[in-house]
C-alpha cells in the first residue's frame, strides 16, 4: 500500500524559501512519477513539479521555473520541493502525488496520479 505523508509547510514573508517533504512508503516500481501540486482556495488544483524516480528527471510549471526545485534523497524515499523567492500566489495547500504516468503530457494534471497525500499549508504573506 503506497502512502505519502507532507510535512514542511508554514507561514513565510515574501521572498522568502521553505522546503516542503514528502515521505513515502511502499512504492516498489522504479518507473514511478513523483510530483507536488497545489490547489489554491476556491481554484483547482494545479499541478507545480514533477520528478522521475528512477532517473531524477524534473519537470515544472512555467510560474514556478527558477524558484521551485524538485528532488529526491538517494534512498528514494522522499521527496522535496524547494521554494525560493515565495510570493503570496504561492499560498496554497501543497500535496504529494505518485503514480505510473503512462503519458508524459498529462503530467500536470491532477488525474495522471493515483497516490495522494493529505497536504500541508504553505501561506506567503506579509
Known amino acids: 500500500q503506497v502512502q505519502l505523508v507532507e510535512s514542511g509547510g508554514g507561514s513565510v514573508q515574501p521572498g522568502g524559501s521553505l522546503r516542503l517533504s514528502c515521505t513515502t512508503s511502499g512504492i516498489t516500481r522504479r518507473n514511478f512519477y513523483m510530483a507536488w501540486f497545489r490547489q489554491a482556495p476556491g481554484k483547482e488544483r494545479e499541478g507545480v513539479a514533477v520528478?522521475?524516480?528512477?532517473?531524477?528527471?524534473?519537470s515544472y510549471v512555467d510560474s514556478v521555473k527558477g524558484r521551485f526545485t524538485v528532488s529526491q534523497d538517494n534512498a528514494k524515499t522522499t521527496l522535496y520541493l524547494q521554494m525560493n523567492s515565495l510570493k503570496p500566489e504561492d499560498t496554497a495547500v501543497y500535496y504529494c502525488?505518485?503514480?505510473?504516468?503512462?503519458?508524459?503530457?498529462?503530467?500536470?494534471?491532477?488525474?495522471?496520479?493515483?497516490?495522494w497525500g493529505q497536504g500541508t499549508q504553505v501561506t506567503v504573506s506579509s
Open positions: 520528478l522521475n524516480r528512477r532517473d531524477n528527471w524534473t
Open positions: 502525488a505518485a503514480g505510473p504516468l503512462v503519458n508524459l503530457g498529462y503530467r500536470f494534471r491532477e488525474g495522471s496520479y493515483a497516490h
